[in-house]
């Protein structure tokens, strides 16, 4: 039963779980696209309380409930809330509670999303919570495999990037060694992927020193941003950020069928010229947000 | 009488640790805060031979422990017994247990964790591993060690 439930680490959600999110997703796409109209959500208020920046994640999430013809109500800017006059997050998040009926947080400490769910009555989603959990990004990250190849198992997937603190990538591995997939780490020396993920990860993914080595081989390439400020030296940042970027060249090397990730904002990791080609998905994996999203709000709202 | 017995003393009143870990029993003193001259007699004593081994031992005159010391012992020494001595006689025996969820003892190390921050929450953790000891935070999901655990305990 998903009625009531926060949805605060990939960790919380079973494959069935998985599975019925996906499913009902998939019912919302036409809503989404705004081809179909829905009030499946009316009368519903949406709380979003946003403590740390966010464009696409926000939203989204307000376009879920828009679609649903829900409403919308919270802050993308604690500076102008009584945060900064030193409330707790146990009290904004108990006072959110009672004028909504979902509540959806991003906060840049880790474990704020699990606090919230300990003191809301209401559902809580977490919608990033520091280097912590993001799972709705992990949700729709595994739709977009679906949608494109139907299935995860036996698939080919390949991190590039920034995996010592990318958080997406992260419980990214975690759920996609779970369902099966065979996994490729590619990033430089010091941003590899943490010791913890590793254990945690079902079966032990291949380590490559550069992207060549599997780009013939790839069904799926997950491109994360090099952060500048994870390297003191800039002319290091130059050297290493450079040869983990997809440029056109490369994806003539790819097969046919691979597609190209990319959680997004995307800084120079991915060239313009790759976005005409038949392998990029990243804007369509920004898409596929708002129906996982909209499958999320509904389900814990006990609508589906 | 036996060579062992009489390295280390019997005591009037207070608890002898025993079946310390070898090499713990320092940090056993850290955890309960014994740090200098506490008024009364404490004896330690490493790399005992026992039955089972080797062991440390520690024994604190004119002090009990309560449930909650217990359970720090626990989670850096859990193979130790707490004996409650009165009049020269153990009058309660304590095996320690590692609790399952261990809460508002240890402090999370992660200082980006929620719980580091002004909250009306306890520090929880999930033990993942007896032995070795891991402990695991409920809230930011940081795994912490028997260091860690000594480091942080509140």
Sequence with gaps: MFKGKDIVSIGDLSK????????????????AKGERKSDLLKGYILANLFFEPSTRTRMSFEAAMYRLGGKVLGFSNP???????????????????????????RHPLEGAARLAAEFAENPVINAGDGAGQH?????????????????VEGLKVTLVGDLRYGRTVHSLAIALSNLGAEIHLVSPRTLKMPGHILREMKTSPEVHENIEEVIEISDVFYVTRIQRERFPDPTEY????????????????????????HPLPRVDEISFEVD?????????????????????????LGVM | MDEQVLKVQKIKNGIVIDHIPCGMSLKVLKIL???????????????????RGWKDIVKIEDRYLDDREIDKISLIAPSATVNFIENYKVVRKHRVEIPSVVKGIVKCMNPRCITNHKEPIQSEFYVISKTPITIKCKYCGREMNAEDIVENII
Excluded: N
């Design chain 1, 79 to 105: 500076s102008s809330t009584s945060l900064s006059k030193g409330e707790t997050l146990a009290d904004t998040v108990r006072m959110m509670d009672a004028y909504s009926d979902v509540i959806v947080i």
């Design chain 1, 276 to 300: 005409k080609t038949k392998h990029a998905r990243y804007f369509k994996q920004a898409f596929y947000g708002v129906p996982i999203r909209m499958a999320l709000l509904s389900l814990v």
């Design chain 2, 33 to 51: 805060g014994i740090q200098g001259d506490i008024g009364s007699t404490v004896t330690l004593a490493m790399h005992v031979k026992s039955s």
């Design chain 1, 135 to 151: 799972p709705t990004q992990t949700l729709l990250d595994i739709f977009t495999i679906l949608q494109e190849f139907a299935h």
């Design chain 1, 238 to 261: 130059m050297k290493v950020a450079g040869s983990y970027k997809i440029s056109l060249e490369l994806t003539k090397r790819m097969k046919d069928t691979a597609i190209i990730m």
């Design chain 1, 16 to 31: 069935s779980d998985m599975e019925r999110i996906f499913e009902v997703a998939e019912e919302m796409i036409p809503i």
